[in-house]
């Protein structure tokens, strides 16, 4: 009895040993597999390997250079999950048959990019003309235009570390899958994406045109990033944050109102409470209905910007509190106008592909003897009593000009002649 039970005992470690010396054998044979097929576009290397029985392997000191770039990204693990080691054992010939196993988790941990690479400082090239975006990023920010390697630096940060973790669950049944992928930025800000994907079969379900996105969510958590920015571009004019804070909202609403695009003032309060609460913004949407229109494409263009605010349900929060007036005005011809007449092209840095953008906006006192030349141009007016207009100029008049201020209840008129204007600026 004795004997069998040492025999059964040996035999139970024995297996145990060759399935854990099994797992570990996959795990670098697959590793390598998509090693090797990475050479074309990057080199990459790694220390070590860990696996579990649970189901899981750690593939620890990753060295990932992509020679067209000239970068190196140095990754301190990459960790996959499976539900159990079975699962995991199988998800190779999984694959290849277009399978998708029901569940997985992939974990990059500390994907670190140094702010005085080849990457960061291709952002800074000042050949390169600043995005629609990046100029709306940093208005009241002095002369600084975009968020690169040098004013990070003057932030405070000198490595942008990546934790990025991607998750799903897969229905076979009900042809769905659900998924999740957040990636914290050390120091900046946490951003989530979640949502379910239908009509999910197979691998092969990717590549065709019959997936159909449903529910969708992105939530923004700040992580330090605010803060740091708004002590930086306070510091740029001399404001206080709270200066600062206000003087960018405002002029966000005049730069977005430049190109036709006006929202409602309970969004610029939202944004400018962002600012000051450094907290959460979070937007849910079901884009199923959209899917299942977007068949007819032309239908979609006759769509007005709050029509698909409401055709998709979107909703706004801020630090969990809903946002209830999420909608906007947008004059096309206006938009398409701003975009059409004030392009720029990139350059080609490291083979980086052209494409356009809208150039940076900003205003420009301009003389009184040559106002007429503005006529339509956003302005800013200060009179010789202290008074200050924003708005539109029109110069039809020839015994006055007129600023036309939008408001919520309408359009004001405010009458100036040009004697009494002090200073004005436009926007241009």
């Known amino acids: ?176 899958l659900n998924y999740t992928v957040s990636n914290h930025i050390e120091d900046m800000s946490i951003i989530t994406i979640s949502g379910e994907l239908s009509n999910v079969s197979n691998i092969k379900s990717f590549s065709g045109k019959t997936l159909k996105p449903g529910k969708i969510s992105l939530e923004i958590q700040d992580d330090s990033y605010i803060k740091r920015k708004n002590d930086f571009c306070a510091l740029q004019e001399k404001y206080s944050v709270n200066e600062y804070i206000t003087e960018h909202v405002r002029q966000v609403g005049e730069y977005l109102g430049v190109y036709g695009i006006e929202v409602e003032v309970d969004l610029l309060d939202a944004y400018k409470k962002l600012l000051k609460t450094t907290g959460t913004v979070r937007f849910d949407a079901d884009l199923k209905p959209l899917s299942e229109t977007i068949s007819y494409a032309e239908e979609l263009k006759t769509f007005a910007p709050n029509d698909i605010i409401q055709f998709i349900r979107l909703k706004l929060y801020v630090n969990d509190k809903r946002i209830n007036q999420v909608s906007i005005k947008v004059d096309m011809d206006k938009l398409l106008d701003a975009a059409s007449n004030n392009t720029s092209e990139l350059g080609q840095p490291n083979s980086m592909m052209k494409k356009q953008v809208l150039v940076y906006k900003k205003y420009h006192q301009i003389s009184l003897s040559n106002l007429n030349n503005y006529n339509g141009y956003r302005v800013r007016v200060e009179t010789k009593g202290g008074r200050y207009y924003r708005g539109t100029l029109k110069t039809n008049n020839p015994k006055y000009y007129e600023v036309i201020t939008h408001m919520r209840s309408g359009n004001v008129g405010y009458q100036v002649t040009k004697h009494n204007i002090k200073k004005i600026e436009a926007f241009y």
């Not at 694959?95 to 670190?112: F, G, H, R, V």
Request: glycine content about 6%; aromatic content about 10%; proline content about 5%.
């Open 1 to 176: 009895m004795k004997k069998t039970i040492i025999a059964l005992l040996i035999i139970g470690i024995s297996g145990f040993a060759l399935l854990q010396g099994s797992l570990w054998y996959f795990t670098q044979q697959f590793v390598d597999q998509q090693v090797y097929k990475a050479k074309p576009f990057a080199q990459i290397s790694y220390k070590e390997i860990e696996t579990s029985m649970q189901g899981s392997a750690i593939v620890k000191g990753v060295r990932f250079f992509i020679p067209a770039i000239n970068e190196t990204i140095f990754i301190k693990s990459v960790e996959f999950i499976a539900p159990d080691v079975f699962t995991f054992l199988m998800l190779n010939s999984k694959t290849e048959q277009q399978q998708i196993p029901e569940s997985l988790k992939l974990i990059i941990s500390n994907a670190a990019i140094n702010l005085n690479g080849p990457v960061m400082n291709m952002i800074d090239n000042p050949d390169i003309e600043p995005s629609a975006i990046e100029a709306f990023s940093t208005l009241a920010c002095g002369d600084i235009n975009r968020m690169g390697s040098r004013s990070l630096s003057k932030m405070g940060y000198e490595i942008i570390n990546n934790n990025i973790t991607l998750e799903y669950q897969f229905y076979p049944a009900k042809k769905r």
